[in-house]
């Protein structure tokens, strides 16, 4: 059985921090215009849950990556809506698309087996 290769592990981890310093953009952008205390303490938590994911699939925690998986298939589900929902505003869709896509490539790349037969 192949198993991840070790920098693959890395590369997702690293695209889920950018993704998450994406995030924190699009929050910071519009903190003063459309947020909340809830939404402020959703944002919070959530980018703490991400961070903590990523440091424990670079650490190569097979349940990390199977708990990203999973909110990875619900950030694919939800995104038409939340793109539709962000329509007004051409530039927080963008981000958010942008860093979706890099959550995705970080999916991809957590559970891409090597393909050489060398370690």
Same mark, same amino acid.
């Given at each position: ?50 961070? &903590?994911? /990523? ?11 199977? @708990?990203?998986?999973? !909110?990875? =298939?619900? *950030? ?6 939340? &793109?539709? /929902? ?11 698309? @942008?860093?979706?896509? !890099?959550? =995705?490539? *970080? ?13």
């Amino acid at each position: 059985m192949a198993l991840i290769p070790k920098e693959n592990l890395v590369k997702a981890s690293n695209m889920i921090f950018i993704g998450m310093v994406l995030a924190t953009v699009r929050f910071l952008i519009y903190l003063f215009e459309k947020t909340n205390s809830t939404t402020t303490i959703t944002f919070i938590v959530s980018i703490g849950l991400y961070l &903590v994911l /990523a440091f424990f699939i670079r650490v190569g925690f097979e349940w990390a990556r199977w @708990f990203y998986f999973l !909110l990875l =298939i619900v *950030a694919v589900l939800v995104s038409p809506f939340t &793109v539709f /929902a962000l329509a007004s505003d051409i530039l927080a869709a963008m981000l958010y698309t @942008f860093q979706l896509i !890099l959550q =995705i490539y *970080a999916g991809i790349l957590m559970f891409r087996k090597r393909e050489s037969g060398y370690n």
